[in-house]
């Protein structure tokens, strides 16, 4: 575990970024074949991004945000498209075998994303009494005092 920020933080990211926002939700328990291929593939996609260089691939970083939900953080959408449309990685051969693999049974396993672009400076955040978390492992923790003490100091700050 990561150890606790024993303070109040925000989290600072140069320039423009994506963030995605990936779930599953299981509707038939009782059918491992479908839903387990799923659950272990996203593991194996998340460290073969982190072992790649952030400038190759565009992957800043990645968060479990609870029980089949995972927040990516991409440099762009371009980047993440990219990873998700290679051949080469783990991502296309694995939605691939999803897609026939749930064909006739598309509703015992839903999966789901949401993908956000976000301009410099248009964004904030807090964290006080946490492990780095969110933009705040990927991005420069600063202190939350003065002028960045308030949301609208925060984002008054990063425009």
């Given at each position: 575990m990561s150890k606790i920020i024993d303070k109040r933080v925000t989290a600072k990211l140069d320039g423009d970024f994506a963030a995605f926002l990936i779930g599953v939700k299981?509707?038939?328990w009782w059918k491992v074949d479908k839903w387990l291929p799923v659950v272990m593939a996203m593991p194996r996609m998340l460290k073969e991004l982190s072992v790649q260089p952030r400038e190759?691939?565009?992957?800043?970083?990645?968060?479990?945000?609870?029980?089949?939900l995972i927040v990516q953080y991409w440099?762009?959408?371009?980047?993440?498209?990219?990873y998700a449309k290679?051949?080469?990685h783990a991502h296309f051969p694995a939605w691939r075998a999803f897609?026939?693999?749930i064909?006739?049974?598309?509703?015992?396993?839903?999966?789901?994303?949401?993908?956000?672009?976000?301009?410099?400076g248009e964004y904030e955040n807090v964290y006080s009494g946490m492990p780095p978390h969110g933009l705040g492992r990927?991005?420069?923790?600063?202190?939350?005092?003065?002028t960045l003490s308030e949301a609208q100091g925060r984002l008054k700050d990063r425009v």
């Open positions: 299981i509707n038939a190759e691939t565009g992957f800043l970083g990645h968060t479990n945000a609870g029980p089949g440099r762009s959408f371009e980047h993440l498209e990219t290679s051949q080469e897609n026939k693999n064909k006739q049974t598309r509703g015992d396993i839903g999966i789901w994303h949401e993908t956000y672009l976000v301009r410099a990927v991005g420069e923790l600063v202190p939350a005092d003065g």
